[in-house]
């Protein structure tokens, strides 16, 4: 039945007709399964789908064995049970070969985290009413606006330069990144058993090694568990969490300051109270010249909302720079962007700086996507936070997309950025 399902949903293209065959569908208990298993990033079975099609490239199939529930029931217990190695690959590759052509296409897709049927998250969202991504509360980004949506005194935060978690403290200890991916680190949950149930959010680096080398190793098939610290910067319970109706957070950040026996590989994010956003500017210009990325300021009276939050701001020094549009980057399958772009490519006239950004609005993604290619040899206006040196030249730091610059028909050069991002320092 499934196969048939995904036979229905690749004869055609039309968005309004993959919805109607969604609808058609949506009732039926397996199929519902297998949606969740390919699109809830909460299942995880750390085995890449171009390593397996690679290793039944060329293999001999066998006789029929399983059918699709048998794999889908051995998919559910490598997540369940977080099966890793090569023991759960070979079992997979077995029953891949012993099972229909069809059916082993559709388990490496599951694999990706797609049907490859064109398909996307907004689409299971409006007809299946699942919801795979945790809740989570962005900053404003500074500007004379959103500063006077802050009242002093304050509570200004370093800002993390790591790898956001939520980790939830229940009957069992369970851990998801932003796009609700599962995360796992024994040592950490282990420390972290006896702590007050409930939602904890902060970011996981590894102390002593730089951000770009320490996120891909905390990414990585086999993250340095035993030097990761979670740094932690509120903490919810389960019902404030579900209802978002919460204690102001100043009660919050009290509480996780003052939990005793604090675990080792567990830190509450370094805070202070300000009184001005004079002082607030001090202090994260001296924080920055220290090595840190920014501060993070936020209203005693915050509370908690799945989005956008007026009453904490991201103080990071952010530079504006022209750049010429060099090509696109597709936007990923299995998500609200697939078939629509996920960055635009940029370069300066000098061919010192390269780079890609996003940050588009639903609007402006929605033309641009329209027709990529018009885009390219535009002058966009990019943000930028810091530049960045490699062996293949610069790059920009947090390169965020702000507007097309029709006005303008050249780029800056390095000089001119280098100078733009040390005039940031002074805030």
């Not at 509450?268 to 202090?283: A, N, P, Q």
């Amino acid at each position: 039945m499934l196969t048939k399902i995904i036979s229905e949903l690749n004869e055609s293209n039309s968005s309004n007709y993959k919805l109607e065959i969604l609808k058609k569908y949506k009732d039926d208990p397996d199929f519902q399964k297998l949606i969740q298993m390919t699109y809830d990033p909460r299942f995880n079975y750390g085995i890449s789908k171009n390593k397996m099609l690679k290793e039944l490239k060329g293999k001999q199939k066998k006789r029929v064995v399983y059918n699709i529930k048998d794999i889908l029931n051995f998919l559910e217990k490598i997540s369940d049970q977080h099966l890793r190695g090569l023991k759960p690959f070979r079992e997979l590759t077995e029953m891949l070969l012993q099972t229909s052509d069809d059916i082993s296409v559709m388990v490496c897709n599951i694999l990706g985290h797609t049907l490859g049927s064109g398909i996307n998250i907004t689409q299971i969202t409006k007809i299946f009413g699942y919801d795979f991504k945790p809740k989570y509360m962005r900053c404003s980004v500074l500007n004379k606006k959103t500063l006077t949506k802050i009242k002093f005194p304050a509570i200004l935060q370093v800002k993390m330069d790591g790898t956001y978690r939520e980790i939830h403290i229940g009957e069992t200890i369970t851990g998801r990144t932003r796009s609700g991916e599962s995360f796992i680190n024994k040592i950490l949950f282990e420390q972290m058993k006896n702590l007050p149930k409930g939602y904890y959010f902060g970011e996981i680096t590894v102390p002593g090694v730089n951000r770009m080398e320490a996120n891909g190793l905390i990414n990585s098939d086999n993250p340095p568990e035993a030097s990761e610290v979670f740094t932690v910067w509120d903490h919810l319970t389960d019902e404030e969490y579900k209802t978002c109706k919460v204690r102001r957070y100043w009660s919050r950040l009290i509480e996780l300051q003052t939990i005793p026996d604090l675990p080792i590989n567990v830190r509450v994010v370094k805070s202070k109270m300000v009184e001005s956003k004079e002082e607030m500017f001090g202090i994260v210009n001296n924080w920055i010249q220290s090595g840190e990325e920014g501060g993070v300021l936020k209203s005693l009276d915050l509370g908690f909302k799945d989005g956008t939050a007026t009453e904490q701001i991201k103080i990071k020094p952010y530079v504006d720079c022209e750049m010429r549009v060099t090509g696109f980057v597709p936007g990923s399958l299995g998500t609200k962007r697939e078939g629509m772009i996920g960055a635009l490519e940029f370069e300066n006239d000098e061919h010192t700086i390269k780079g890609s950004c996003s940050g588009f609005s639903d609007a402006i993604l929605k033309q641009i996507s329209k027709d990529p290619k018009s885009c390219i040899g535009k002058i966009i206006s990019v943000m930028f936070t810091d530049i960045t040196k490699s062996d293949s030249g610069y790059g920009l730091l947090h390169p965020r997309f702000i507007e097309f610059r029709d006005d303008k028909d050249e780029t800056d050069s390095l000089e001119k950025c280098q100078m733009l991002r040390e005039m940031s320092y002074m805030l």
